[in-house]
């Protein structure tokens, strides 16, 4: 954890959480993919207390580019968790988890964004991403890890028609609940493996019943979709949360 003790103290913040997302937290990583970094930080009480407010973003790249990390303000998060963001609920799912300053603080926030969840917005984010991720697979050769971005998508889509709930980060984990056919199944643990051992650069082509699938399920997911309920949590809470962690969190050195 030195890349992250070394952005807290360049950029006078304190990370909350620091976990994994991407290939790795997703269970298809290939041997030489880079780690995908995401945080969580606060900055000191009387930060948040300007006329302008302080950038709610942290970008590092490691001098060997294998670690890929980058964090939101908790502000910023909260905004996120109530917009029922997708890329914030698989932060909070991760698995694989880094550090965290205090488990109370984390563990509040996870039972917090529950009232949050939106199927609706989560679903469309997950078939425009899945959509725009497929029509790069198609036809020709391509990157094996396109074809995961995919698939992942469609299964994501699948659990929330299912489940209405915020699907797991592992596609091992959607892929035992999510009632597939037990062939495709076998071929998407095949080709899990097969990626395990190539590189990212790996081009791979063809695998006619895992597109069917993909494309069944997204023309299913569209057609579905309007079925599908929103949801917009009260704001009130996000706000009672962020002012109690700045308070708890106030005087800890940063």
């Not at 992250?4 to 304190?14: L, S």
């Given at each position: 954890m030195d890349h992250?003790?070394?952005?807290?103290?360049?950029?006078?913040?304190?990370a909350l959480w620091v976990c994994e997302t991407g290939s790795r937290a997703w269970g298809f990583p290939s041997p030489d993919s880079d780690y995908d970094v995401r945080m969580i930080y606060t900055r000191p009480k009387n930060d948040y207390l300007t006329v302008w407010e302080s950038k709610d973003t942290i970008e590092y790249m490691s001098d060997d580019r294998e670690l890929d990390i980058s964090g939101w303000d908790l502000r910023k998060a909260m905004g996120l968790l109530w917009k029922s963001n997708a890329s914030m609920f698989e932060r909070l799912s991760s698995t694989v988890i880094y550090d965290w300053a205090d488990s109370e603080i984390i563990d509040a926030l996870n039972n917090l964004s529950q009232q949050y969840f939106s199927p609706k917005a989560a679903l469309h984010h997950y078939l425009n991403m899945g959509i725009k991720a497929f029509a790069n697979v198609?036809?020709?050769?391509?990157?094996?890890?396109?074809?995961?971005?995919?698939?992942?998508?469609?299964?994501?889509?699948?659990?929330?028609?299912?489940?209405?709930?915020?699907?797991?980060?592992?596609?091992?984990?959607?892929?035992?609940?999510?009632?597939?056919?037990?062939?495709?199944?076998?071929?998407?643990?095949?080709?899990?493996?097969?990626?395990?051992?190539?590189?990212?650069?790996?081009?791979?082509?063809?695998e006619r019943e895992v597109f069917t699938f993909i494309d069944s399920t997204f023309e299913y997911t569209k057609a579905s979709e309007k079925r599908i309920p929103a949801n917009k949590g009260d704001v009130k809470a996000l706000n009672q949360f962020f002012q109690d962690t700045l308070n708890r969190l106030e005087g800890r050195s940063l």
């Open positions: 992250v003790r070394r952005i807290e103290k360049e950029n006078g913040v304190k198609q036809g020709k050769k391509y990157r094996l890890k396109r074809l995961f971005y995919a698939l992942r998508a469609a299964l994501c889509c699948r659990w929330i028609l299912e489940y209405q709930t915020a699907p797991p980060m592992r596609i091992q984990a959607l892929l035992d609940i999510l009632d597939i056919n037990a062939d495709l199944k076998e071929r998407i643990l095949s080709l899990i493996e097969l990626k395990s051992g190539k590189g990212e650069a790996y081009e791979h082509q063809g």
